[in-house]
């Protein structure tokens, strides 16, 4: 009992809602692209990229070992296969999830991110490399690169078309999509909200959708295979953070 009271009350802390549209929920919230958040952004994945130690996650820097196994088994499906892994990460910061698992992929790759326009030309210049690039768009993605592998971490939610998103992400047929850290509740719709991130990240809100867990599966039932569905932290009332991993059925990989 206490323990649902907790989530109860974190809910409230977290998420205020829900609205009847995106665009009242916009007009009660700061917003994503507000300049405290690429700040403190910058100057931890700049700090992470220096001293290789720990690694940037929403603009707070994490020592704790905190690796993503079946991610890693995702990555050991190419090591006997000696090609180059393309990956594509939407919404990947600076590098957060680069930083993290660079060390730990044995092919050669090249890790795409595709982000906001303030955080690509702060990508470019400061974070850019030869296994890390930085794309606005996904148009200005597949004109070099087609992905093997596509991450979303905890972004779909924060687009006010996700779907739309979601779609263009499907039509580039990766063999892998992982959705990382996204709230989903068991109602039959979506329903948009206003998030407050805990004071020890940003002072900032911004609207964010609840999406429904399977509403959300029937993208992609017709050409994925959901192989592997994980909780993760925050513990919400009535809602739970999914990290869910998709296989594309034309693939041969174990």
């Not at 991450?151 to 999509?177: R, T």
């Not at 050409?223 to 009332?237: D, G, S, V």
């Amino acid at each position: 009992m206490i323990n649902l009271i907790k989530k109860f009350v974190r809910r409230k802390i977290y998420y205020k809602g829900p609205y009847k549209n995106w665009a009242i929920a916009r007009a009660n919230s700061v917003g994503y692209d507000s300049k405290e958040i690429l700040e403190k952004v910058i100057k931890s994945a700049l700090h992470v990229k220096n001293t290789k130690k720990g690694y940037e996650r929403d603009s707070v820097i994490s020592y704790q070992i905190d690796i993503d196994e079946y991610l890693l088994k995702i990555f050991k499906n190419y090591s006997d296969k000696n090609k180059s892994i393309n990956i594509l990460d939407f919404g990947g910061s600076l590098g957060s999830l680069y930083f993290k698992y660079k060390d730990k992929i044995k092919n050669k790759f090249n890790w795409s991110i595709i982000e906001q326009k303030n955080f690509v030309i702060e990508g470019k210049k400061n974070f850019q490399n030869n296994e890390l690039n930085f794309f606005n768009d996904i148009e200005e993605y597949k004109n070099i690169f087609l992905p093997d592998i596509i991450i979303a971490s905890s972004s779909l939610q924060y687009l006010e078309k996700y779907q739309k998103l979601l779609k263009d992400l499907l039509n580039l047929n990766p063999d892998y999509i992982i959705i990382l850290k996204t709230p989903f509740s068991q109602k039959i719709f979506d329903e948009i909200y206003v998030q407050k991130p805990s004071k020890n990240v940003y002072k900032s809100t911004y609207p964010s959708w609840i999406l429904s867990y399977n509403s959300f599966l029937n993208f992609f039932k017709e050409k994925y295979i959901l192989e592997e569905k994980k909780i993760t932290k925050p513990e919400i009332f009535q809602l739970k953070y999914l990290n869910l991993y998709f296989r594309n059925k034309k693939t041969d990989y174990d």
